[in-house]
C-alpha cells in the first residue's frame, strides 16, 4: 500500500465498461513525512477522494479490482481510503 496525494482528476472520453461509473485520479506517492516520492500514478477511484486529499492506494491488480468491486476488469492501482493522520511517535 502507498500513501499519496491526490494531485488531478483524470477525463477520459473512452473507458473500458467495467470502468464506468468511476473517477480516475493521479496521485503523488508520498513519504510517511509527506514529502512527494516517485512518479505519479493514475488510480481508479474506488472512494470519492478529491484534489488535494491524502489517500491510500493499492497498486496490485487483484486488490484494485476487489477494493472498486469490479473483478476481472484492468486495473493494477486503486484508491481505497481517505488518510486522516500519520502518526510517526511510535507510541
Known amino acids: 500500500m502507498i500513501l499519496a496525494r491526490v ?3 483524470i477525463v477520459a472520453s473512452q473507458k473500458v465498461s467495467s470502468h464506468e461509473g468511476r473517477k ?3 496521485v503523488q506517492p508520498l513519504t510517511p513525512e509527506g514529502a512527494a516520492q516517485g512518479t505519479p500514478l493514475l488510480a ?14 493499492v497498486q496490485d491488480g487483484y486488490a484494485a479490482m476487489t477494493a472498486t468491486g469490479r473483478p476481472n476488469s484492468p486495473i493494477d492501482c486503486a484508491v481505497i481510503a481517505h488518510i486522516d493522520a500519520v502518526d510517526l511517535s511510535g507510541a
Open 7 to 9: 494531485v488531478d482528476e
Open 44 to 57: 481508479l477511484d474506488a472512494i470519492g477522494a478529491g484534489v488535494g486529499e491524502h489517500v491510500l492506494v
Open 24 to 26: 480516475l485520479l493521479l
